[in-house]
């Protein structure tokens, strides 16, 4: 199928071609007809693309940062190497659209395939979208108008956001598309409008939208003159202008405690005076409305009850569509061009040189449906190879960054298939890394012939699903911690490597700190004695959002089970003997934070009488190096700083030494994996360590929530 994406790094707009994706649960997957193009917003999204790296990072000081912080802890060279990945990443382009329901995924019984449908979905032929971020087009509202839905919700919820009754007058200044939109939608509200723009043609359509007055040099004086004396009742700003002329209007025109609300991006250097003695509120409104930005609300499907929260996103996109219906809101005056996606790249070509006006730009989608539905795409002929190959699952960005490169590097392993969710992530990785073939189907990769081993490295609670289906398929699996989120996952994954027994195909965990130089390094030093030997762990994870998705119990485990569960592992390589008893108590009172799990200590016993302590630990500052490892017994210590450098002391010796860069095993864990597939070595890890480690894991989050050790075998 059709797709637009941006080239942040090189500034390019390209329409490609990618497999259609499939409905994850709580998605419906639709077949656009058309999709509109946000001039305003897609134009901001090119010129940053086409600024040089300096002027990239001066429009996102947050990002230069994070950055700086990340070559302390990482080093320069990775960081780099990281930067120019993310920003080889493609971005897709739009956000409002509209078509017919194809499919829907678990959890969706809102909608049916063959429903018209008014979605957030970007400029392609075939769109993936969660269930809350759609609503349902009336059978006499036409596609092209329905794809203005998604902007009209923003020009609702800030009309919304001012508070307007019937007989008010309302200044809106910007005549773009959401301010035309919200001239329409305040004049089916019995409101008075006041437009301005610099754009005379913009306040000539303004006037057919609705509006009383407007003109490019409205200016606070007519206002007033215009009211009797009053002033603008509410204030709305949909302007996109680095300039403070808007909001210095807005302040200006607003009669005492009025409200002016910033639906646009302008300039924001407030005076404060006009403010203060009139007492005027001010508010920026949130996209659609409640809701934006809410992975529960948005992602999980979860809605607001009506009650409480009258006015969602979807209710916002609902009203829309339900005023174009009445008649009470037209957008065909709003149409200036349509393109065949065919032809998309020309639509960008007339924004970006603006030889010719221009407002609502249209996408028309005009192939046959069943023509656009392909989840295998072969971008390059397939080799013949004596080397393995190698199909992936998952292209996000620790894929990208690190395992992805990483495969290609082993001289062993063959790229023959990588797939993702949507597809274009894995295309361009595809396209870049050498991969033959692109999916959005997990079983194209593992039921191709040509794939000799799968690596998962999805979102946590696929993990399970797929390292079973992989092993029943015979394939041999590289799965990205954590193996699995459940002790019934676990135990499933067991019987069935136990049923195949010495047929079962190699099984790995992508635990990397085991393969880096500083811990094998530390192994030798200790190896040949007998004695038990006592490990601390200190991992400065930093904080993440409570909403985000590793933190969800249910897909990603959290972050004992999704990250933690690396100490466990290199404590149980270091002490050369499987856990045996774990012990975990965490944070807590009154003033602690609403996610405790990641601000833990978690003991371990193992089966050789050594002790080990991973104290996982949210509450630092990221700028602080993330981990550092101490080993001691039998008259020897060994530290490990962040991967950097490795101390040792040893018969009355100090000797420290520094890594060129910071190593962390993941290469070394990909080259072992690809020799033990080549026959060259055994199993990487043991399945015994494998499975103790993962029960380990899984016991520790058990044991916060009981408040008492577990022993197991």
Wanted: hydrophobic share 40%.
């Amino acid at each position: 199928m059709h797709q637009i994406l941006q080239d942040i790094r090189k500034g390019n707009t390209s329409l490609i071609s990618v497999p259609a994706p499939v409905a994850q649960p709580g998605e419906v997957l639709i077949a656009n007809a058309c999709s509109l193009v946000s001039a305003g917003t897609e134009k901001m999204v090119i010129d940053l693309a086409k600024k040089s790296l300096l002027g990239k990072a001066r429009e996102r000081p947050d990002h230069v940062r994070r950055v700086l912080d990340k070559i302390r802890n990482e080093g320069l060279l990775t960081t780099i190497r990281q930067v120019l990945e993310k920003l080889d990443e493609p971005m897709t382009m739009g956000y409002s659209s509209a078509g017919v329901v194809v499919a829907c995924g678990a959890d969706v019984q809102e909608y049916q395939p063959g429903d018209r449908v008014a979605s957030n979905g970007p400029h392609a032929e075939i769109v993936a979208v969660p269930k809350n971020l759609c609503a349902r087009v009336p059978e006499n509202v036409p596609f092209d108008h329905a794809a203005f839905t998604v902007l009209g919700s923003i020009a609702m919820q800030g009309v919304r956001l001012a508070r307007v009754n019937l007989g008010e007058t309302v200044l809106v200044i910007g005549l773009g598309l959401v301010g035309q939109i919200t001239v329409g939608l305040l004049r089916a509200s019995g409101c008075r409008v006041i437009g301005v723009d610099l754009d005379p043609a913009k306040c000539d359509l303004a006037k057919k939208m609705g509006a009383e007055i407007a003109h490019p040099g409205v200016t606070a004086s007519e206002v007033f003159s215009s009211t009797s004396g009053l002033g603008a009742d509410a204030v709305l700003i949909t302007a996109s202008t680095k300039s403070n002329q808007p909001i210095t209007l807005a302040a200006d025109a607003v009669r005492p405690k009025g409200r002016v609300v910033l639906v646009g991006v302008v300039g924001l250097e407030l005076d404060r005076r006009p403010f203060y003695f009139k007492e005027v509120e001010f508010v920026v409104s949130c996209s659609y409305g409640p809701g934006r930005y809410d992975p529960k609300y948005e992602q999980q499907g979860h809605d607001y009850p009506a009650a409480y929260v009258r006015w969602t996103e979807q209710r916002n996109m609902q009203a829309v569509l339900d005023l174009m219906a009445s008649g009470k809101l037209n957008v065909a005056p709003l149409v200036s061009h349509r393109f065949a996606i065919e032809d998309a790249v020309g639509a960008y070509d007339l924004i970006e040189k603006g030889n010719e006006p221009y407002l609502g730009i249209l996408l028309e989608y005009a192939r046959p449906i069943e023509q656009r539905i392909e989840r295998r795409l072969q971008i390059r002929p397939a080799k013949s190879s004596s080397r393995l190959g190698v199909g992936v699952l998952g292209a996000g960005n620790f894929a990208r960054m690190v395992l992805l490169p990483a495969i290609r590097k082993c001289d062993e392993l063959h790229p023959v298939a990588l797939c993702s969710a949507r597809g274009t992530s894995a295309e361009h990785s595809a396209q870049k890394l050498g991969f033959e073939v692109v999916a959005t189907d997990e079983d194209v990769v593992i039921n191709d012939p040509n794939v000799n081993a799968v690596f998962c490295i999805t979102q946590h609670d696929q993990h399970a699903r797929q390292v079973l289906k992989s092993l029943r398929a015979g394939k041999h699996v590289f799965v990205e911690k954590p193996l699995c989120l459940t002790t019934d996952q676990l135990h499933e994954i067991d019987e069935e490597i136990q049923r195949q027994r010495e047929n079962a195909p190699l099984l790995m965990v992508g635990f990397n700190r085991r393969f880096s130089p500083a811990a094998i390094q530390t192994k030798r030093l200790f190896e040949k004695s007998a004695a038990p030997i006592t490990i601390s762990m200190r991992f400065n994870a930093g904080p993440i959002p409570a909403d985000h998705w590793t933190q969800d119990l249910e897909k990603g485990g959290g972050r004992i089970i999704g990250e933690a569960c690396h100490g466990i592992d290199l404590a149980t390589f270091l002490a050369g003997s499987p856990p045996v008893r774990v012990f975990a108590e965490s944070i807590g009172g009154p003033h602690a934070p609403p996610i405790t799990d990641d601000q833990c200590f978690i003991t371990l016993r193992h089966a050789n009488g050594s002790i080990s302590n991973i104290a996982y630990l949210a509450g630092g500052d990221k700028s602080f190096p993330k981990e550092r490892i101490e080993v001691i017994g039998d008259g020897r210590i060994a530290v490990i700083d962040d991967f950097r450098s490795l101390t040792t002391c040893a018969g009355g010796k100090t000797k420290t030494q520094r890594l060129r860069q910071q190593d962390k095993g993941h290469q070394a864990e990909v080259r072992a994996f690809a020799a033990a597939l080549a026959g060259k070595t055994g199993a990487p890890i043991s399945w015994e360590d494998i499975r103790s480690v993962t029960l380990a894991s899984l016991l520790a989050q058990q044991s916060l929530r009981e408040g008492q050790p577990f022993d197991f075998s």
